[in-house]
């Protein structure tokens, strides 16, 4: 009976193990994996086929006659990483993205997004007119952090910097704009004293809609929703005041 029990020990365990390695194996070999670009250009044979998340700057390297338009670019690193293939050029859309312009010689900064591009790198080996390696994207995400800075420094310059704010946000949802640039939803909170002579508080949550053009300037903004307004008013924050839904 006692060898029946370790049997039935052993094989759960060798099952359980299984589904581990299992799981591990897909996480290892189809999971996105947040890595440098640094780490690619160092080894990208061993990063052929894997897929990846690579923070960076965009770059338009539209000077070159061959080669990649766009690339992905660190700074810190000074290495970089092309951008194309199936999924790239020919369906992401880099432009709304590029931080960069390279004229063979100098880079000229036109905005400042901060950005991760997320797909497969291909490894093709040495080539006369193309990079060995390369990323096929799927989409790019903007940095969320940088996003919620825009968002702060620009709150700062209107009514919420005259009530008690953190001076934090919280970003909801991010599109992309049908002429450029992105719409931004956010959270914040506010509090404002209620009467002049007793310690009460009251607190307010908002929901703001911001839209910010290629070069990360906002263009409009909207709270849409208060504690205390609820869904009948709209507070202009550029032009600080209501809107009659």
């Not at 060995?132 to 310059?157: A, C, M, Q």
């Not at 909801?172 to 004293?193: P, S």
């Not at 307010?204 to 409009?220: D, F, P, Q, R, W």
Request: proline share 3%.
């Amino acid at each position: 009976m006692r060898l029946k029990r370790l049997a039935l020990i052993l094989v759960v365990v060798v099952a359980v193990a299984g589904v581990l390695i299992g799981i591990f194996h897909d996480f290892l070999f189809y999971g996105v994996r947040d890595v440098s670009v640094g780490d690619v250009v160092s080894d990208p044979h061993s990063f052929d086929g894997v897929h990846v998340r690579l923070p960076g700057y965009v770059v338009d390297t539209s000077v070159y006659m061959f080669g990649p338009k766009y690339v992905l670019r660190d700074f810190d690193e000074g290495v970089e990483i092309a951008l194309g293939g199936k999924g790239g050029s020919g369906k992401v859309d880099f432009e709304p993205y590029v931080s960069f312009i390279f004229d063979g010689e100098n880079y000229t900064q036109i905005r400042n997004i901060r950005v991760s591009v997320v797909g497969y790198v291909c490894y093709i080996g040495p080539v006369s007119d193309a990079p060995s390696f390369y990323v096929d994207v799927e989409k790019v995400e903007p940095n969320l952090t940088e996003l919620e800075n825009i968002v702060i420094e620009f709150l700062k310059t209107t009514d919420v910097a005259n009530v008690l704010w953190d001076d934090t946000v919280r970003i909801i949802e991010v599109y992309d704009h049908g002429f450029g640039g992105k719409v931004v939803v956010v959270n914040y909170t506010t509090c404002k004293a209620v009467h002049p002579h007793f310690m009460f508080l009251a607190i307010e949550h908002h929901t703001a809609v911001i839209t910010l053009n290629e070069e990360g300037k906002v263009m409009s903004a909207f709270c849409v929703w208060g504690s205390f307004h609820g869904l009948n008013n709209i507070w202009d924050l550029i032009n600080q005041r209501w809107i009659q839904r």
